[in-house]
């Protein structure tokens, strides 16, 4: 079983553009990775309005401000115990 080798950022590019690697194709991987992580959190984002809106028309906002509190309160009870 062979192991993939490295790519050190000072190395030659293997894409073959004769750059070095942190000039060329490393930076296109950073940006990739950023962009699924920036929609990951718009991702979120959205979902987290979208039950919270929900929520709000389900019980109100008396409903949720309960809810948070039993939540809030169960969590301290947890860790003190």
């Known amino acids: 079983m062979s192991k ?3 790519i050190g950022r000072n ?7 004769g750059k070095k690697y942190k000039n060329c194709c490393l930076k296109k ?3 990739t990775v950023d962009l699924f992580w920036r929609r990951t959190r718009e991702a979120l984002q959205a979902s987290s ?5 929900f929520a709000e028309k389900r019980v109100g906002d008396w409903g949720l401000s309960v809810a948070a509190g039993e939540f809030f309160f169960c969590g301290l009870m947890i ?3």
């Open 4 to 6: 993939k080798k490295k």
């Open 11 to 17: 190395d030659p590019c293997p894409c073959g553009s």
């Open 29 to 31: 991987e950073i940006q």
């Open 49 to 53: 309005d979208a039950l919270l809106n």
């Open 79 to 81: 860790l003190w115990f």
